[in-house]
Structures are given as C-alpha cells and as structure tokens.
C-alpha cells in the first residue's frame, strides 16, 4: 500500500483558484469513488472538506470542489482566501477494505 | 455530537508495546455503519492510516504495519484501542483516533484531539 501522490506545495494569490493533485493507481483512486480531502491548519486536527469525490460536508465553503479521472482527484479552491493556507491532505478507500492518503499538499496564500 | 478523545503514555521505550485508547462520547461503537480508526501523523510530515475496527469486532489493517499492530474494542466502556509492538523511533508521532463513516459514504467525520507520543530511551 503505497501513498497517493501530491504536490508538496502550491501558492496563490487572494482572489485566485488554485488545484491540487492526488494521484493512486487502480487499487484505490480508480477503482472507487470515495476519495475525501482533509484541510489541517498548523497545530489542528484534520477537517474534512469534500467526500465522495466531490461533496461538501454542511458548511464548508462552495469555493471547495472536487473531481476525479482515472486514477487521479483533484482539490480546486476557488476565490482563495488568506484563511485557506493550510495542509490538505487527499484520502481514498483501498483495496481490502483498507485506506490510504496522500503525502500532503501545504497551500500557501501569497 | 460524537467525541473521541485518545489517552495513553506519552513516552514509550523502544522495542516496548505502544498502547493506546480512545474514549467515545455521544454515539455507541457497537451501532451504525462506522468504523473506528486510528491514523498518525510524524512530526511535520504526512498523515499515516494505521487501522479500523468494525462494530462487529472485524478489524483491517495497514498491511505496513499488520505484524505489530492489534485494534480491540470494548463496547461496555464504549472505548477501543491500539497495540503496536516492538516500537521504534519511527513509530513516534501524533496518533489520532477517528470516526470512519462507512458503505458507500466513507470518510473520516470525527476526528479526536490527537496524543503525542514520543519512542526514546
């Protein structure tokens, strides 16, 4: 079971839209659509922002979104906001019923 | 509202048995279509799926970590735990425990506080 893959970093300016990547392989992100993204700010515990590929919990931000293709999801912000610099970390369901997340992206709002 | 808050040593020597238990408040752990998990996360570095227990007692594992690590539940207390064995430096880190909100859903909803724990002599 390996890590899915993200960026290490992406920045953007207020005002902006920016997407993070997560790739996996055919044992997690393409085989299933239940792919969330955690937001964790410095010090905090992990929050969920999207689940099932592309949902938003109740309140949680619509400038949240989120997509998938093969074996890749994507995370996209939109109207970025000084509040939204943090670590988002992508999560998927495994094969044999197992998880497995990705390394972590750390947003940077310039 | 559900809350898990996860208590255990905070220092742990090398080679010994990390243990750990995580307390949950406002739902049962022997009800519902929910899993309860563990994940950690290393100084500055990534989150780490370590495993989950179902309410029926069946537990799935990271396969990485499968051969030190048991997840019990006690649904008397409404609490369950963590064992990994044979502990390393590598093994020190944040451990949170978690709600995973399972069939056709699937994420984590609930998330404890997280409880540092440090492997050193």
């Known amino acids: 079971q390996s890590a899915l893959t993200q960026p290490a970093s992406v920045s953007g300016s207020p005002g902006q839209s920016i997407t993070i990547s997560c790739t996996g392989t055919?044992?997690?992100?393409?085989?299933?659509?239940?792919v969330s993204w955690y937001q964790q700010r410095p010090g905090k515990v992990p929050k969920v922002m999207i689940y099932?590929?592309?949902k938003r919990p109740s309140g949680v931000s619509n400038r949240f979104s989120g997509s998938k293709s093969g074996n890749t999801a994507s995370l996209t912000i939109s109207g970025l906001q000084a509040e939204d610099e943090a670590d988002y970390f992508c999560c998927s369901y495994a094969v044999r019923n197992t998880v497995v997340f990705g390394g972590g992206t750390k947003l940077t709002v310039l | 509202q559900v809350q898990l808050q996860e208590s255990g040593p905070g220092l742990v020597k090398p080679s010994q048995t990390l243990s750990l238990t995580c307390t949950v408040s406002?739902?049962?752990?022997?009800?519902?279509?929910?899993?309860w998990g563990w994940i950690r996360q290393p100084p500055g570095k990534g989150l780490e799926w370590i495993g989950y227990i179902y309410n029926n007692g069946r537990t799935f594992y990271n396969p990485s970590l499968e051969s030190r690590l048991t997840i019990s539940s006690d649904t008397s207390t409404n609490q369950f735990s963590l064992n990994l064995s044979s502990v390393t430096a590598a093994d020190t880190a944040v451990y949170y425990c978690a709600r995973w909100y399972a069939y056709y859903v699937d994420y984590f909803d609930y998330w404890g506080q997280g409880t540092l724990v440090t492997v050193s002599s």
């Open positions: 406002g739902g049962s752990i022997s009800s519902g279509d929910f899993y």
């Open positions: 055919n044992s997690d992100i393409g085989s299933y659509n239940f």
């Open positions: 099932e590929v592309s």
